[in-house]
């Protein structure tokens, strides 16, 4: 038994130093964001639009909570966190502190979070704006009140993230509350 796990460790090692020296930025570990930063796609608008992992994200137009029109594809060249909550959610209640604190600590470095308010979803939408003044939200906060672009996100749970980065590539999706430094991690992990 030991000879095998031997066997398998030393497989395991040079199958990394392969993937580290011949195949470089294609490799498994640049794609799985293990090396720190997800690899940089070469022609970004070659690729589908969808919701898997390394797909445009699809874009969007909706009224934030001042009245202005927000489309996601108003923030290309920046980092986004596009989060899907509503004000019943606690997962989302929990996960509120987190996001405006990283907002406001990394916004002046390209990030934008874009919180979509499930509108449709909301017993009250009288609900909403007391919701951000007591947690002092200070990002985007686009209302989803049809319920249409919860719909194209396949929003099942709340809340649910994706994580975007500058070219409108989907890099990776979280469902559940976010604690905030696997939100930094998975930002700064952006291209």
Not at 2 to 21: E, M, Q, S
Not at 122 to 148: A, C, Q, R, S
Request: with cysteine.
């Amino acid at each position: 038994m030991k000879k095998f796990i031997i066997i398998i460790g030393l497989v395991l090692a040079v199958l990394f130093v392969v993937d580290k020296t011949l195949l470089k930025d294609k490799g498994m570990v640049n794609k799985v964001g293990l090396a720190g930063k997800y690899a940089e796609i070469e022609n970004p608008k070659s690729l589908a639009e969808g919701l898997k992992t390394e797909n445009r994200a699809p874009d969007f137009s909706l009224t934030d909570i001042n009245g202005q029109e927000v489309r996601l594809s108003d923030y290309k060249g920046k980092k986004v966190l596009l989060n899907f909550w509503a004000t019943w959610c606690p997962p989302c209640r929990a996960e509120m502190p987190y996001m405006e604190e990283m907002f406001k600590e990394h916004k002046n470095e390209g990030y934008e979070i874009v919180a979509v308010n499930m509108t449709s979803s909301e017993k009250n939408k009288g609900n909403i704006e007391p919701f951000v003044k007591e947690y002092g939200l200070t990002f985007t906060i686009p209302l989803d009140e049809k319920g249409e672009i919860s719909t194209l996100y396949e929003v099942m749970a709340y809340p649910t993230s994706y994580f975007i980065d500058s070219d409108g590539i989907i890099r990776s999706k979280s469902i559940g509350g976010m604690k905030k430094e696997f939100m930094e991690k998975e930002m700064k992990k952006l291209p």
